[in-house]
Protein backbone atom coordinates (compact mmCIF):
# COMPACT_ATOMS: atom_id res chain seq x y z
CA UNK A 1 0.00 0.00 0.00
CA UNK A 2 1.24 3.60 -0.96
CA UNK A 3 2.00 5.56 2.08
CA UNK A 4 3.03 9.43 1.77
CA UNK A 5 4.33 10.66 5.29
CA UNK A 6 5.12 14.78 5.56
CA UNK A 7 7.39 16.13 7.89
CA UNK A 8 9.03 19.43 8.87
CA UNK A 9 5.94 21.25 10.22
CA UNK A 10 6.31 23.58 13.47
CA UNK A 11 6.22 27.13 14.82
CA UNK A 12 7.59 29.75 13.07
CA UNK A 13 7.45 33.38 13.41
CA UNK A 14 5.82 35.51 10.80
CA UNK A 15 8.28 36.23 7.84
CA UNK A 16 9.94 32.95 8.58
CA UNK A 17 10.63 30.17 6.22
CA UNK A 18 9.51 26.23 6.74
CA UNK A 19 10.74 23.67 4.20
CA UNK A 20 7.81 20.38 4.41
CA UNK A 21 8.83 17.09 3.38
CA UNK A 22 6.60 14.17 2.03
CA UNK A 23 8.66 10.67 1.57
CA UNK A 24 6.23 8.70 -0.76
CA UNK A 25 7.04 4.44 -0.25
CA UNK A 26 6.70 4.18 -3.94
CA UNK A 27 8.29 5.58 -7.39
CA UNK A 28 6.81 9.11 -7.74
CA UNK A 29 7.53 8.85 -11.54
CA UNK A 30 4.05 7.06 -11.45
CA UNK A 31 1.93 10.04 -9.79
CA UNK A 32 0.46 11.92 -12.57
CA UNK A 33 0.44 15.02 -9.93
CA UNK A 34 1.90 15.63 -6.45
CA UNK A 35 1.60 18.48 -4.34
CA UNK A 36 0.29 20.02 -0.99
CA UNK A 37 -3.04 20.92 0.66
CA UNK A 38 -4.21 22.58 3.87
CA UNK A 39 -6.77 22.58 6.17
CA UNK A 40 -7.84 24.97 9.25
CA UNK A 41 -10.75 23.81 11.35
CA UNK A 42 -14.04 24.89 9.92
CA UNK A 43 -12.89 24.66 6.45
CA UNK A 44 -12.60 22.47 3.52
CA UNK A 45 -9.10 21.24 2.14
CA UNK A 46 -7.77 23.35 -0.42
CA UNK A 47 -4.79 23.12 -2.86
CA UNK A 48 -2.06 25.07 -1.80
CA UNK A 49 0.19 23.87 -5.11
CA UNK A 50 0.52 20.72 -6.83
CA UNK A 51 3.57 19.40 -9.67
CA UNK A 52 2.15 17.71 -12.59
CA UNK A 53 5.00 14.64 -13.65
CA UNK A 54 4.82 17.22 -16.77
CA UNK A 55 3.74 20.38 -17.42
CA UNK A 56 3.94 23.45 -14.88
CA UNK A 57 2.97 24.12 -11.40
CA UNK A 58 0.62 25.48 -10.08
CA UNK A 59 -0.34 27.57 -7.50
CA UNK A 60 -3.50 29.11 -5.13
CA UNK A 61 -3.40 32.96 -5.32
CA UNK A 62 -2.98 33.88 -1.56
CA UNK A 63 0.74 31.32 -1.90
CA UNK A 64 1.74 32.67 -5.06
CA UNK A 65 5.43 33.55 -5.09
CA UNK A 66 5.69 33.00 -1.44
CA UNK A 67 5.49 28.58 -2.23
CA UNK A 68 7.51 26.36 -3.93
CA UNK A 69 6.35 22.98 -4.87
CA UNK A 70 9.37 20.69 -5.56
CA UNK A 71 9.59 16.70 -7.27
CA UNK A 72 12.41 14.60 -6.03
CA UNK A 73 12.59 11.31 -8.17
CA UNK A 74 15.95 9.97 -7.47
CA UNK A 75 14.70 10.89 -3.90
CA UNK A 76 10.72 10.06 -4.21
CA UNK A 77 9.92 13.10 -2.40
CA UNK A 78 7.80 16.04 -2.77
CA UNK A 79 8.65 19.32 -0.69
CA UNK A 80 7.14 22.70 0.02
CA UNK A 81 9.05 25.52 0.77
CA UNK A 82 7.49 28.38 2.54
CA UNK A 83 8.89 32.02 2.18
CA UNK A 84 7.71 34.50 3.94
CA UNK A 85 5.29 33.01 5.92
CA UNK A 86 2.11 35.13 7.96
CA UNK A 87 -0.30 34.19 10.18
CA UNK A 88 -2.90 32.61 7.86
CA UNK A 89 -0.78 29.99 6.58
CA UNK A 90 -1.44 28.34 9.95
CA UNK A 91 -3.04 25.06 9.30
CA UNK A 92 -2.75 21.32 8.86
CA UNK A 93 -0.48 20.54 5.96
CA UNK A 94 -1.38 17.33 3.67
CA UNK A 95 0.60 15.58 1.29
CA UNK A 96 -1.34 14.70 -1.97
CA UNK A 97 -0.72 12.03 -4.70
CA UNK A 98 -2.92 11.51 -7.75
CA UNK A 99 -2.14 8.17 -10.05
CA UNK A 100 -3.83 6.59 -13.11
CA UNK A 101 -4.99 3.15 -12.24
CA UNK A 102 -5.38 0.48 -15.03
CA UNK A 103 -9.34 0.72 -15.61
CA UNK A 104 -8.32 4.91 -16.39
CA UNK A 105 -9.75 5.84 -12.98
CA UNK A 106 -7.85 8.07 -11.01
CA UNK A 107 -6.99 7.10 -7.60
CA UNK A 108 -5.86 9.79 -4.34
CA UNK A 109 -3.34 9.55 -2.08
CA UNK A 110 -3.14 11.55 1.29
CA UNK A 111 -0.75 11.99 3.94
CA UNK A 112 -1.85 12.37 7.84
CA UNK A 113 -1.05 15.76 7.93
CA UNK A 114 1.73 17.91 9.88
CA UNK A 115 0.65 21.09 11.33
CA UNK A 116 2.23 24.17 10.69
CA UNK A 117 1.82 27.32 13.08
CA UNK A 118 2.67 31.27 11.90
CA UNK A 119 3.01 33.41 15.28
CA UNK A 120 4.56 35.61 17.33
Known amino acids: QVQLVESGGGLVQPGGSLRLSCAVS????????LGWYRQVPGNQRELVGS???????RYSDSVQGRFTVSRDNAKNTVDLQMNSLKPEDTGVYYC??????????????WGQGTQVTVSS
Open 26 to 33: ESILSFEL
Open 51 to 57: APRYGSR
Open 96 to 109: HGERMQPSGSKLDY
